[in-house]
């Protein structure tokens, strides 16, 4: 949980729930641009995004990736143990 990677995965969660939430809201309403109630979709975005922070962070000690914003995801590579084959190099 304290490595670079997990705060730039659990970032970019955050960031893509925070527009998902203010386009729905403002979508689901049928809001045009002028006369949207953007502090309210701004202010519903922010707790959106606050609470996939705190989901990244509750999710750091579970699942088959621990130390991952994930509670799935078998198949990624872990931040600390990344398998993949340097570049030029073969895997036999």
Known sequence: MFA???WISTLERAVKTFAQAVAALLMAG?????DAPWLD???AGGMAALLSVLTSVGSATWGP???TPSLSA??????HT???????????
């Open 74 to 79: 078998p198949d990624c590579p872990h931040p």
């Open 30 to 34: 049928g809001f045009g641009l002028i």
């Open 65 to 67: 990736q621990k130390g």
């Open 4 to 6: 670079k990677l997990f």
């Open 41 to 43: 979709a701004l202010s």
């Open 82 to 92: 990344d398998a993949t084959p340097a570049a030029g190099t073969s895997q036999a």
